[in-house]
């Protein structure tokens, strides 16, 4: 059984936003950090943002002030909204849990959900 359940991606025009949704299943989430990371054809997989479970956050560089990421306790999920996206934004979206942000890999994550950027 995967723990996490990523959801929310499709195809958007240049310019569009998505909010993509990681439900985890069996545990909570917010004893763990969790990092969103994309995976395109021929690139290295690449970090995108995470929250630690004191909600402090980071972003990479090439999708700072574009997304933002957000956890509801409650609901025991995690959010990626994404603005403005660009074609370079195009890959398989996964979440992750993390012991914490920086420094710590990627522990267990779900099998992704399909974002595509293109006019």
């Not at 957000?70 to 890959?91: F, G, H």
Request: glycine residues 10%.
């Amino acid at each position: 059984q995967v723990p996490l359940v990523e959801s929310g991606g499709g195809l958007v025009q240049p310019g569009g936003s998505l909010r993509l949704s990681c439900v985890a299943s069996g545990f909570r989430l917010e004893h763990f950090a969790i990092g969103w990371f994309r995976q395109a054809p021929g690139k290295q997989r690449e970090g995108v943002s995470c929250v630690n479970a004191n909600g402090i956050t980071n972003y990479a560089d090439s999708v700072k002030d574009r997304f933002t990421i957000s956890r509801d306790n409650a609901e025991n999920t995690v959010y990626l909204q994404m603005n403005n996206l660009k074609p370079e934004d195009t890959a398989v979206y996964h979440c992750a849990t993390k012991l914490t942000c920086l420094g710590s890999p990627y522990r267990h994550w779900g099998q992704g959900t399909q974002v595509t950027v293109s006019s």
